[in-house]
C-alpha cells in the first residue's frame, strides 16, 4: 500500500474539496440514520389507536411512574446499607450487603435508563409535538411528507459528495499523469528499449484507470459507507447497545476476512495488468507491421498469438471476479447470521417479556415488538455498508498493484543527468573531441573501444562500416543517448556530462534512416523543433530541403495532415519533410544517419543537393553506405568491430584500407546491377 499512498498524495492540493465531500457524507449519513429512525413513530400510528400526542404523554407517564419507583427503591437499600454500616462483620452479613449492593446497582441502572427515556419524550413534546397533527391519519401524511423531503435534500448532498470525491480524484490522476510522462520522457533512450513502449502504454491507460477507481472508491465510499454505518449503530445504541453489541461481532471477523482476501486480490490484481500489458504488446507490433504481416499472409498467426494473451487475460481476469464476487455473500452471510443472532436474542426478549438471558441482562426495560422490529431495520441497514466495505478493499488491492507499476517505472532514475545548473554549452564553433572512448549496451559485449577522434568546425566527416561497427552509437554519444563507460566527449574543450544538456541538442539536428513524424499537419511537422517558427521560415526550410514543390501541389499544402508516421507520403517525400525540420533549427551540428536510405533516385539527388548547400559553416557528420554522398565530405572514418581502422579521403581508402575496399567493391558492384 505504500505506492497506493503516494498517489493519494496527488490529490492534497485539492484537499478542501475532499472535506466538503466529507461533510456532504456526513449529512448523508446523517438523513439516512433520521429516515430510518422514523420506522418507530410510523409503526406506532399504524399499531395504536393513540394519536402521537397522546402516546408521548402516556410514555411519559410510564417513565415517571418508573422514575418514582426506582428512586423508592433505591432510597430503600441506601438506607438498609447505611442502617448495618457500623455493625461488626461477618459472613452472612458480608453476603446479604452484596446481594443489598448488587440490587442498588440495578436499580440505580433502571433509574438512569428511565430518567434518560423520560428526557427524550419530554423534549419530544416541547419541541416536536407542537408542529405535530392530532389527527392520526394527518400526522401519518405529514411524516411520510417529512421522510421523502429528508431523501430528497440526501440525494442532493449524495451528488455533491459523488461529484466532489470524482473531482478530486480525476484532478489528482491528472497531475499524476501529468508527471509520470514528464518523468518518462526524460529517462534515457536505453531505460526505453529495456521497458517497451507497450508497458509504458499500459501504465499510462490501464494502470492509471485502476488507480483512480480506487482512489474513487476510497474517497467516496470508504468515507460515506462508514459513516452510514456509525449513523445506524449510534441508533441502534440508543434502543438497546447490549444488542447491537451482539451483533458488532462481525467486525472483527469481517476484518479477519477482508485481510485474507486482500492478499489474494492483489496478486491476482498484478497478474492481470500484466497480462494486459502484454496485449498491448501484442497489438502493437500487429498494428505497426500490418504490412509486413499481411505480405506474409500472417493474419492467422497473428489472430491466434491475440486469441491466447486475450485468453490468459480473461483467466487472469476471472481470477479477480471470482475473488470479488465471492467477498459480497460471505460477508452478506455473516451479517446474515449475526443479525439472526440479535433478532433472536431480542424475540425471546420480548416474547417472554425478560430483561436478561442465562443471568446476562441485555436491556434495562422489557422491549416492546416496535422497539425490536426497529432495531432489525437498523441492523439490517450496518450489515449493508460493511457488505460494500468488502468490496472496496478488494479494489483498493487493485488500485494498489497498479500503484506499485506505476511507480516502479516513476522510480528508476535516468542514467543521462541533465544537469540543469550545469555550465551552458556556447554555439559550436571549434571541435569536437573523442578521448578513449568505449561503451557496451552489454558488459560482456563491447560495441566501442578506445576511440580516439577530432572533428574541427565546419569539417564534413563520414562514418563508414560493417552493419554492427558502432556509427549509430557513436553518433548516439554525441547526443547523450548513452554515456560512455569510459574516455570522454568534449565539444569546443567543455566535457559533455559537465555540460547542460538542453544547451546541447538544441544545436543539434538530427536526420535518423527511420522517418519519424507525426500525425499532424506538415506545417507543424517541419517546425516541431522550432514551435514559434513563422511561415516564411518554414517555407525557406521546406524549400532548402526541396519539399516545398510537392507540398504546394497538395490540397491544404503545409497544412495537410500526413497520418500516422506520414504514412500518406513517399519515403522520400518524408526524409525530406525530416531534412527539413533539421534545416529549420539552424543547427551548428548536423548528424545524418542514414538519411537517404527510404529514398529514390531523384529524391537521393535533392537531399544531395540539399546537404551540399547546407552543410556549410557548420559540423556534419554522415553514417552511409552510398557512395554519391561521400562526395560531400572532407574525411571518411572507417569503423572496424568498434573501433577506427583508417582515416581518410576517399582515394587515400581505396587505396590503404582493406575493409574500405572491400565495402567500395559491394557498392559497385550493387550500383552496377
Not at 50 to 71: G, K
Not at 133 to 154: E, S, Y
Not at 352 to 358: L, Y
Not at 456 to 473: D, M, P, R, W, Y
Request: aromatic share 8%; with cysteine.
Amino acid at each position: 500500500m505504500k505506492n497506493f499512498l503516494r498517489a493519494l498524495r496527488f490529490a492534497w492540493p485539492y484537499r478542501w474539496r475532499f472535506l466538503v465531500s466529507v461533510g456532504c457524507a456526513m449529512m448523508v449519513a446523517i438523513l439516512w440514520g433520521a429516515n430510518l429512525s422514523a420506522i418507530y413513530p410510523v409503526l406506532n400510528i399504524l399499531g395504536s389507536s393513540l394519536n402521537l400526542h397522546e402516546w408521548v404523554d402516556q410514555q411519559l407517564a410510564r417513565y415517571t411512574r418508573d422514575v418514582e419507583r426506582y428512586s423508592a427503591s433505591t432510597d430503600h437499600y441506601d438506607r438498609q446499607l447505611k442502617a448495618v454500616r457500623d455493625l461488626p462483620q461477618n459472613k452472612e452479613l458480608d453476603r446479604w450487603i452484596a446481594e443489598q449492593t448488587g440490587k442498588l446497582a440495578k436499580d440505580e441502572a433502571s433509574l438512569s435508563s428511565a430518567r434518560s427515556q423520560l428526557y427524550w419524550y419530554q423534549l419530544a413534546k416541547v419541541h416536536l409535538l407542537k408542529y405535530c397533527p392530532t389527527d392520526r391519519f394527518m400526522t401519518l401524511v405529514a411524516l411520510l411528507c417529512l421522510i421523502v423531503v429528508a431523501v430528497v435534500i440526501k440525494g442532493v448532498f449524495d451528488y455533491w459528495q459523488e461529484s466532489l470525491v470524482g473531482s478530486v480524484v480525476s484532478l489528482a490522476v491528472f497531475d499524476l499523469r501529468n508527471r509520470f510522462y514528464r518523468h518518462v520522457i526524460h529517462q534515457d533512450v536505453r531505460q526505453f528499449s529495456d521497458q517497451g513502449t507497450h508497458q509504458l502504454m499500459a501504465r499510462f491507460t490501464n494502470d492509471m484507470e485502476n488507480l483512480a477507481t480506487g482512489m474513487k472508491t476510497l474517497c467516496g465510499r470508504m468515507i460515506a459507507e462508514p459513516m452510514k454505518a456509525i449513523a445506524c449503530v449510534s441508533i441502534a445504541c440508543f434502543i438497546n447497545w447490549r444488542l447491537t453489541l451482539l451483533f458488532l461481532i462481525i467486525v472483527p471477523l469481517a476484518l479477519l476476512l477482508m485481510s485474507k482476501v486482500a492478499i489474494y486480490m492483489k496478486r491476482a490484481g498484478r497478474r492481470v495488468l500484466d497480462s494486459m500489458s502484454s496485449l498491448y504488446k501484442i497489438l502493437q507490433e500487429t498494428f505497426q507491421g500490418i504490412r509486413v504481416v499481411q505480405a506474409f499472409t500472417m493474419e492467422r498467426y497473428e489472430r491466434r498469438r491475440l486469441f491466447l494473451g486475450a485468453k490468459d487475460y480473461y483467466r487472469r481476469g476471472m481470477k479477480v471476479v471470482n475473488i470479488d464476487a465471492a467477498s459480497g455473500p460471505i460477508m452478506e452471510v455473516l451479517a446474515s447470521l449475526a443479525v439472526a443472532g440479535a433478532l433472536l436474542v431480542g424475540g425471546y426478549l420480548v416474547i417472554q417479556a425478560e430483561t436478561q438471558i442465562w443471568g446476562i441482562k441485555l436491556t434495562e426495560q422489557p422491549m416492546n415488538w416496535i422497539a425490536l422490529l426497529q432495531l432489525y431495520t437498523l441492523l439490517v441497514a450496518i450489515a449493508d455498508p460493511v457488505r460494500k466495505l468488502s468490496n472496496v478493499y478488494n479494489k483498493m488491492q487493485s488500485a494498489a498493484a497498479a500503484a506499485d507499476r506505476i511507480f516502479d517505472c516513476f522510480d528508476r532514475v535516468s542514467t543521462i543527468d541533465r544537469n540543469v545548473q550545469g555550465p551552458r554549452l556556447p554555439r559550436h564553433a571549434q571541435r569536437i573531441s573523442f578521448r578513449d572512448v568505449c561503451f557496451s549496451y552489454r558488459r560482456d559485449t563491447p560495441i566501442l573501444s578506445h576511440v580516439n577522434l577530432d572533428i574541427a568546425f565546419g569539417e564534413t566527416i563520414a562514418l563508414v562500416g560493417k552493419n554492427g561497427c558502432g556509427k549509430s552509437t557513436l553518433v548516439g554519444l554525441l547526443m547523450r543517448f548513452y554515456d560512455p563507460d569510459h574516455g570522454a566527449i568534449a565539444v569546443d574543450g567543455l566535457d559533455l556530462r559537465a555540460a547542460n544538456l538542453r544547451s546541447l541538442r538544441q544545436q543539434v539536428g538530427l536526420v535518423t534512416q527511420d522517418t519519424i513524424l507525426f500525425d499532424d499537419t506538415i506545417f507543424n511537422n517541419i517546425a516541431y523543433g522550432h514551435r514559434h517558427a513563422s511561415e516564411a521560415q518554414v517555407e525557406e526550410a521546406a524549400r532548402r530541403a526541396y519539399a516545398h514543390d510537392f507540398i504546394a501541389k497538395l490540397p491544404s499544402g503545409y497544412q495537410t495532415h500526413i497520418g500516422e508516421m506520414g504514412n500518406t507520403l513517399s519515403g522520400g517525400q518524408r526524409q525530406r519533410l525530416c531534412l527539413a525540420r533539421a534545416f529549420l533549427r539552424d543547427p551548428a551540428i548536423m548528424i545524418l544517419d542514414e538519411a537517404t536510405s527510404a529514398a529514390d533516385l531523384e529524391s537521393e539527388a535533392l537531399i544531395h543537393q540539399a546537404l551540399k548547400e547546407f552543410t556549410r559553416n557548420r559540423t556534419t557528420i554522415l553514417i552511409t553506405h552510398r557512395l554519391s554522398m561521400l562526395e560531400i565530405v572532407d574525411r571518411i572514418i572507417v569503423l572496424d568491430q568498434g573501433r577506427i581502422e583508417a582515416i581518410g579521403t576517399h582515394d587515400t581508402l581505396l587505396q590503404s584500407c582493406a575493409t574500405y575496399q572491400r565495402l567500395h567493391e559491394v557498392q559497385f558492384q550493387r550500383k552496377a546491377a
